[in-house]
Antibody, heavy 124, light 107 residues
Framework: QVHLVQSGPELKKPGASLKVSCKAS????????FIWVRQAPEQGLEWMGW????????DYAQRFLGRVTMTTDTSTNTTHMELRNLRSDDTAVYYC?????????????????WGQGTTVTVSS | DIQMTQSPSSLSASVGDRVTITCRAS??????VNWYQQKPGKAPRLLIY???SLAGGVPSRFSVDGSGTDFTLTITSLQSEDFATYYC?????????FGGGTKVEIK
């Protein structure tokens, strides 16, 4: 059975860095990439970017450029999302989701497998 | 960026009702739209991909009509487990963008 299991909740101070992990199981890890999506309290869904597990290619949302880094570790079937210089408006639930495509993302078929979400609170 | 505008933002309905949710893209996106259902405290669940294809395990009371810029999600006979928030999402280009969501509540 396909699962994505994310790391636990985080409480961070403004200016700190965050690293959320997403461990995959139940399928060949390098056959799919990952996206990260976040959801601020009572808000909608925001795409942060994509990473290929095949070659490490990334595609980040413009608003996160310079602050976000997505990595992948094929030895542990885990993908990570690091967000730096945190602000209070980074408080959100962060989700990883599996997406088709090896070298480039193929979003046509949607994201059918999601992690459970990681709650991140940024507060002084 | 492609803007996705959903309406209504919320609605109240009863079990057995027919419910429609619309999503409008700021430019033509062909059939590059997906729909998700989200319940409180849970991750989104893919309902429909490529405009009109049901994801695995999704009941046939869910359907989508439309292409280009205007899309309509219909739930033909609302069930208790359908009370949730629904999001459209365009997969035409990055940044991927989602509609603002439609919360379906019990009347």
């Amino acid at each position: 059975q396909v699962h994505l299991v994310q790391s636990g909740p985080e409480l961070k101070k403004p200016g700190a860095s965050l690293k959320v992990s997403c461990k995959a199981s139940g399928y060949p890890f390098t056959k799919y990439g990952f996206i990260w999506v976040r959801q601020a309290p009572e808000q909608g869904l925001e795409w942060m970017g994509w990473i290929s597990t095949y070659n490490g290619n990334t595609d980040y949302a413009q608003r996160f450029l310079g602050r976000v880094t997505m990595t992948t570790d094929t030895s542990t079937n885990t993908t990570h999302m690091e967000l730096r210089n945190l602000r209070s408006d980074d408080t959100a639930v962060y989700y990883c989701a599996r997406v088709s495509g090896l070298i480039t993302a193929d979003y046509y078929y949607g994201m059918g497998v999601w992690g459970q979400g990681t709650t991140v609170t940024v507060s002084s | 960026d492609i803007q996705m505008t959903q309406s209504p933002s919320s609605l109240s309905a009863s079990v057995g009702d027919r419910v429609t949710i619309t999503c409008r893209a700021s430019q033509s996106i062909g059939s590059y739209v997906n729909w998700y259902q989200q319940k409180p405290g849970k991750a989104p669940r893919l309902l429909i991909y490529a405009a009109s294809s049901l994801a695995g395990g999704v009941p046939s009371r869910f359907s989508v009509d439309g292409s280009g810029t205007d899309f309509t999600l219909t739930i033909t006979s609302l069930q208790s487990e359908d009370f949730a928030t629904y999001y459209c999402q365009q997969s035409y280009s990055t940044p991927l963008t989602f509609g603002g969501g439609t919360k379906v509540e019990i009347k």
